[in-house]
């Protein structure tokens, strides 16, 4: 299973960008999609996260209202819409999945994950 995250930039405060994470072209029918991300000197945190189905979603309490998780399954693409960026939100996201009808969004719940996209956000 390989993920590839892109989308990640420059922006400033304010600003948006939109996160892509290609999967390897397999179909991914039964598996939940999440992002995470890590700023210098912290550990992993959750970002979003999204069912299998694609009918639920779940959200770290700094992001919500502001980021949205959606993914393309026919194509099996997983997206983030990020919005009125903060400076807070730098760092490299990550895209990951594992084989689970559920919602997961703890880093140990997934087995497969992408390299990473850096996102800054200046002030």
């Known amino acids: 299973v390989q993920l590839q995250a892109s989308g990640g930039g420059l922006v400033q405060a304010g600003g948006s960008l939109r996160l892509s994470c290609a999967t390897s072209g397999r179909s991914f029918n039964g598996y939940s999609m999440g992002w995470f991300r890590q700023a210098p000197g912290k550990e992993r945190e959750f970002v979003a996260a999204?069912?299998?189905?694609?009918?639920?979603?779940a959200y770290a309490d700094s992001v919500k209202g502001r980021f949205t998780i959606s993914r393309d399954s026919p194509k099996s693409t997983l997206f983030l819409q990020m919005n009125s960026l903060k400076p807070e939100d730098t760092a490299v996201y990550y895209c990951a999945t594992d084989r689970r009808w559920t919602i997961a969004t703890r880093t140990s719940s997934y087995a497969y994950w992408g390299q990473g996209t850096l996102v800054t956000v200046s002030s």
């Open positions: 999204i069912s299998a189905s694609g009918d639920r979603t």
